[in-house]
């Protein structure tokens, strides 16, 4: 079980290191839209829609990693103080309770809108706009895909004995 809980934590580290650096792409697309609007006066549709797909990439696909490494908000003002067999409880409750259908949902929600965008190959409204509006899309599906991933590695994480669970987590 704990290589299975390593191999998906990999794939969320090799996720989130690799969209790292589409966070250094959206600043400088942004500075290029910038700098070709207001100093050559050349905008580019397809530069700023560019920074919304990179933005949108950075937040979908960057969830699981954020999950992974302790950055999303808790409020864990009891948590905190509870036994470790009670907060491992309260993680199981909460991934399946909360997590699991959200992600669902999700799955289920947007599965024809995404669908129906690949059928057609939607792309920009805009004439010099970017084709893919229909791989932007697709991070309506991969966003819960790698939170489920993720929800499965920390679900097991909490059935480890409790000496074996930081160790892997921090691997």
């Known amino acids: 079980m704990s290589q299975f809980i390593r191999l998906i934590d990999r794939f969320t580290q090799l996720t989130g290191q690799t969209v790292r650096w589409l966070s250094l792409f959206m600043v400088l697309a942004t500075c290029s839209v910038v700098a070709l609007r207001y100093l050559f006066d050349l905008p580019s549709i397809a530069l700023q829609e560019s920074v919304m797909y990179l933005h949108a990439a950075v937040f979908m696909l960057g969830a699981a990693y954020t999950w ?39 799955i289920w929600a947007s599965w024809d809108y995404v669908g129906n965008a690949w059928a057609i190959r939607e792309r920009s409204q ?22 489920l991933l993720q929800a499965l590695a920390e679900i097991l994480r ?11 987590h921090n691997d």
């Open 68 to 106: 992974q490494q302790g950055g999303h908000v808790r409020v864990d003002v009891f948590y905190r103080n509870w036994p470790e067999h009670r907060r491992r409880w309260v993680e199981r409750a909460g991934i399946l309770l909360l997590v699991v259908p959200t992600c669902l949902f999700l």
């Open 126 to 147: 805009e004439a010099s706009g970017l084709p893919f509006v229909y791989a932007l899309k697709t991070l309506l599906i991969l966003l819960p895909i790698t939170l």
């Open 158 to 168: 909490t059935l480890l004995p409790a000496d074996n669970t930081e160790a892997h």
